[in-house]
């Protein structure tokens, strides 16, 4: 078991009506919000109204339109502009993971005088934020309840996820009713988003019977419960535990005292949605099974063994090999099962600009370091695998 230094400050508040304690946390901070959303849904779901009603008497200064694959330019950099012109006490942040990492990248530019730039690329160590506050109405990030934010930069290709302690929610609102109104396609790319971020914490080479079996416990749930919220959008009770476990998916809880694993899947997933804006859960489904595929040998043999046993039920006594690729045939079909586009021509990515992109993610992933590690060439060949 590996050392580790841990502290997750955010308080979660969750279950129905939890929005009505809003005052009383919102009351911990000065008077000036800035209450950021995206492109309406939150107006469609009454939660917009609620939110000012609940706030009557703040001074709330408003940044919308906050787009899926948040971008630096306008939104993280009106976000800063308007917390500095407004002298805003506190961010509000109201929706999907996508209006949260825009939250928390504008939470520390506010409190920065250089380029905001420098703090998502790692040039200079934020040295504090703006308090930030979630809603979060969207299963899937995990940003509710970690101290991450990716944020996309259109002109250069760039989708540099960044973690920094200074941008864990201060609280967090999960209440799974208004995740009733998520779309099947959104639904479902929470769902691959999810099971990818614990995927990415279980391929390691060190771990613990705790850890693995959290991990096996939060796929195995994320399959029943995300079908279940996919067949009746307003079963609460499905929607409840998935929303859980996507909140535990970032943070590192299911992985303390395990080697890294260098999150490869997300480092190649960043550069498609970085390069075509598509959906990021969606990007991860594709490239999971051929990732998966391509890393399979006698090294990795014994968690790909595990992991289909323990996960998908196969029969512990078929030779080892046989396991391994029934899991990561299960794992296809259980994303297709769920209606997410298995190949990367269905959601617009054709072969014109793999090599550009495989050379992007090489120089700036870093996934020669990964459990598995992946040289250019291997990246390449997981994208055409995934075309
Ligand atoms: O913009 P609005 O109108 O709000 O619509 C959104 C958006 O179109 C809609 N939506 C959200 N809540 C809804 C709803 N529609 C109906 N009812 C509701 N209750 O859903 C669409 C997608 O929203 P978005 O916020 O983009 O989705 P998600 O939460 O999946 O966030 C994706 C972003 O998070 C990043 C991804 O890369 C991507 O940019 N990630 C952030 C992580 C983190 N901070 O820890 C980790 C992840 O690995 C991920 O990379
Ligand atoms: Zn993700």
Redesign the pocket.
């Known amino acids: 078991m590996q050392n580790f230094d841990y502290h997750t400050p955010t308080r979660l508040i969750f279950g129905k009506g939890a929005i009505e304690k809003l005052p009383s946390v919102m009351a911990q901070f000065g008077k000036k919000i800035l209450l950021t ?6 107006k ?2 009454g ?1 917009y109204q609620k939110v000012k009603e609940l706030l009557k008497g703040y001074e709330i200064v408003e940044l919308s ?6 971008k630096y330019n306008p939104s993280v950099l009106d976000g800063v502009r308007l917390c500095k012109e407004n002298n805003i006490d506190v961010i509000l942040s109201v ?7 825009c939250s ?1 990248a504008i939470a520390a530019g506010a409190c920065y005088d250089g380029d905001p730039w420098d703090l998502i690329s790692y040039k200079v160590k934020a040295q504090a934020a703006l308090p930030i506050v979630d809603i ?8 509710e309840y ?1 101290c ?3 944020i ?1 930069r259109t002109e250069t290709n760039d ?1 540099i ?1 960044y973690l920094d302690p200074h941008l864990f929610p201060h609280t967090s609102f999960l209440d799974p009713e ?6 099947k396609k ?1 639904t479902a ?2 769902i691959a ?1 999810a099971m ?2 614990t995927m990415e914490q279980y391929f390691v080479a060190d771990s613990t019977l705790l850890n693995d079996g959290f991990c096996e416990s939060m796929l195995r749930s994320l399959m029943v419960n995300g079908r279940k919220c996919l067949e009746n959008p307003e079963d609460y009770t499905a929607r409840a535990e998935m929303m859980l476990a996507c909140t535990y ?2 943070n590192g809880i299911l992985a303390l005292g395990n080697s890294q694993s260098g999150w490869p899947c ?1 480092g190649i ?2 550069a498609l ?1 970085a390069y075509y804006n598509i ?3 969606e990007g ?1 489904a594709i490239i999971t099974p051929r990732w998966m595929r391509h890393i399979l040998n006698e090294k990795t043999i014994d968690r790909f063994v595990k992991y289909g046993i323990n996960v998908f039920g196969i029969d512990a006594s078929l030779p080892k090999q046989e396991i391994a690729e029934k899991a990561i045939d299960a794992t296809y079909a259980f994303f297709e099962s769920i209606g997410i586009p298995m190949h990367l021509r269905e959601v617009g990515i054709d072969d014109s600009r793999i090599d550009e992109m495989a050379h992007h993610i090489a120089v700036n992933e870093g996934l020669d370091h990964a459990y598995a590690p992946l040289t250019e060439k291997d990246i390449k060949e997981i994208l055409l695998a995934s075309l």
């Open positions: 959303y995206g492109g309406g849904s939150i469609k779901l939660l339109g906050i787009q899926p694959n948040p929706g999907g993971g996508s209006v949260l990492d928390k979060i109405t969207l299963a899937a990030t995990g940003s970690d991450g934010g990716v996309s989708k996820g208004y995740t009733f109104t998520v779309s959104q790319a929470g988003d990818n971020h998916g970032c997300h997933e960043h949605s959906t990021h859960g991860l």
